[in-house]
């Protein structure tokens, strides 16, 4: 495993090219910051070849002074890295065709114009000092050996990291294990990112199955967002890392649900209330065992305190509900009920729950205190 790991964010990139999603300059500008107030390394923030409306919003980004690195992605074509340079940034990722597929039913070419591409593209690219990424789209269905034949161009020509691309989201787990592992031992002295979609729903588990495997770079996005199922999520790697890895990235989580929040207004893409690690009723407990469990002691139900990444712990009122859970719901409302009270309580709040199904609000619950609300009829 690499000694640390280190995100680079492309939700002003990857993000944006999910269909139908654009950020304005004033969105970009508060992304960008929000990323590297909690300590992001890197933040991938846009494609210069765009044209001159991205660029300035690229330039914009520049201007801010940010600690963290800003890198662009570019075709591996000259032009588009002169681009790159005229926005002022340091880094560029350049990316090619890996896999047969696209190399020949793409782009109509073969592996040693592949190989060729490459070196114009680098040498170009480290004669004007820049840290360059190089990406291979479509990794995952590429040969392993040709693979590590541009890892040692890369390498080489003094690139500074190869970009493993599961372009489609067709990866599981331990197959990323073992390509990252054996990529690693292939070219030891080149650092490798790994950059997966979540197709199959596999996104963040493949994220982290190749930093296990010894990739020192991740991309996110937050809340997951990119391209057709989006990319790993930011927050679920972090966390992810952190919790079942025992993964330390330096990264504050406590802007977590903030985030989330306003990318999703930006993109107009709602977060689920069940998305992991951000979604509103993640640390919402309704049924009975449940909710007397985390009530006795939140670790009884919970992998990690809800105010890490932002959020609050809720009891919900509903069908499932038991009386230890309508105790601390009308505690947390500032009213004070027994046991026998609430059991005798029960059966209309599940019936009211049933009736209306959902959970029950305060001012409901109230009513049921104040014995404003009928008791439900004998079946």
């Keep these: 495993m690499a000694d640390s790991v280190i995100i680079d964010d492309t939700t002003l990139r990857d993000g944006e090219q999910t269909a ?6 004033r969105e970009k500008i ?43 992605w570019n075709r591996a074509l000259v032009p588009e890295i002169e681009a790159s340079i005229a926005c002022g940034v340091q880094a560029v990722d350049i990316s090619l065709s890996v896999s047969d597929q696209m190399i ?13 591409q490459l070196k114009v593209a680098l040498g170009f690219a480290k004669k004007h000092d820049l840290y360059v990424s190089v990406g291979g789209e479509d990794s995952s269905r590429a ?20 970009r493993f691309c599961d372009t489609l989201g067709i990866m599981d787990p331990f197959t990323m294990y073992d390509k990252i ?34 990739a020192k770079f ?51 893409r709602p977060v689920s209330v069940s998305k992991p690690v951000v979604g509103e009723l993640v640390f919402a407990h309704e049924s009975g065992l449940h909710a007397d469990g985390v009530i006795k002691d939140p670790h009884n139900y919970e992998g990690f305190d809800p105010a890490e ?12 509900s038991g009386t230890s859970g309508l105790i601390e719901r009308y ?39 104040k014995g404003n609300e009928p008791l439900p009829k004998a079946a």
């Design 218 to 268: 991740v991309n996110t996005t937050i809340n997951g967002l990119g391209e057709r199922a989006g990319n790993a999520a930011l927050e679920e790697v972090v966390m992810g890392l952190k919790h079942a890895c025992g993964i330390e990235t330096g990264i504050d989580t406590h802007r977590f649900r903030e985030m989330s929040l306003f990318v999703a207004k930006a993109s107009h």
């Design 331 to 369: 505690r947390s409302m500032g009213v004070t009920i027994g046991r026998g009270a609430a059991e005798s309580m029960l059966e209309l709040t599940r019936a009211m729950a049933c009736r209306r199904k959902r959970d029950l609000t305060n001012r409901e619950l109230m009513a049921i205190y």
């Design 30 to 72: 508060e992304i960008a910051r929000m990323l590297d107030s909690i300590g992001i390394q890197e933040i991938e923030c846009g494609i210069p070849a765009m044209g001159e409306d991205e660029q300035a919003g690229i330039k914009a980004l520049v201007k801010l002074g940010l600690n963290a690195r800003l890198i662009t």
């Design 143 to 162: 040969d392993l050996t040709f693979l590590v034949e541009l890892m040692e161009i890369t390498r080489e020509m003094g690139g500074d990291r190869f």
């Design 309 to 320: 990444v932002g959020l609050e712990r809720s009891i919900v009122v509903g069908k499932h």
């Design 181 to 214: 592992a054996f990529l690693r031992i292939a070219v030891p002295e080149l650092e490798i990112e790994v950059h997966t979609h979540n197709d199959l729903g596999m996104a963040t588990a493949n994220a982290i199955a190749g930093i296990r495997a010894g």
């Design 20 to 25: 139908g999603v654009v950020f304005s300059l």
């Design 104 to 116: 020949v039913h793409k782009l109509r070419k073969d592996r040693e114009a592949v190989k060729e």
